[in-house]
């Protein structure tokens, strides 16, 4: 069984779940995502499927790729993603796998990048408190001290400062799916995940659930 699917969040809504409580669930397109290629221990040293995700016009995609995808069929494809599984000879290339591979109850881990937000400074970034506003205060959002002054007589390494935020790679853990449905290849998992509307996600199976 494969351990995940490329996915494109769509947004966020509600649901009503049977106990009558409002739920706030993602909308997630997830799949059909196509096997390009099979790895196995004696030719890879590990045993994963390479899977592909959104259809893309062939002129802009290299030969390479080109190459790559037609031992899988005649489409191209814009995502190609990796997922662990325990048996590959299950699969051929070429093989659709849908939002079959999920049941309702299912907990998942959802990997995205998460929003940019450009240049900020170390409260919006790092969560620091701002200094007094009072009279005469000259450090309100600044970070303050930075240095050691003796020794080592340098700013040491990893020190949080202003900086570029976020189109960082975040996972959100135990997301339970609320509801799916296949005709639309769609899944509604609880809470928010990362990422912006139509970011590309990874959405994998929990090795043990609840």
Known sequence: ?????????????????PDGNLVPVTVVQAGPCVVTQIKT??????????????????????????????????????????????????????????VDLFKVGDLVDVVGTSKGKGFAGTIKRHRFSRGPAGHG???????GSIGCSAWPSRVTKGKRMPGHMGVDQKTVKNLQIVDIRPEENLLLIKGAVP????GILEIKKRKFQK
């Not at 990422?195 to 139509?198: D, E, I, L, R, V």
């Open 1 to 17: 069984m494969c351990k995940g699917l490329i996915a494109k969040k769509l947004g966020m809504t509600r649901v009503f779940n």
């Open 41 to 98: 221990v004696e030719t890879d040293g590990y045993n994963a499927l390479q899977v592909a995700f959104g259809a893309k016009k062939e002129q802009r995609v290299n030969k390479p790729m080109k190459g790559h995808f037609a031992k899988a069929g005649e489409q191209c494809f814009s995502v190609v993603k990796e997922f662990s599984v325990e048996d590959p000879s299950q699969f051929a290339l070429g093989q659709e796998i849908t």
């Open 137 to 143: 205060s000259h450090n309100v959002r600044e970070p």
């Open 195 to 198: 990422g912006h509307k139509a």
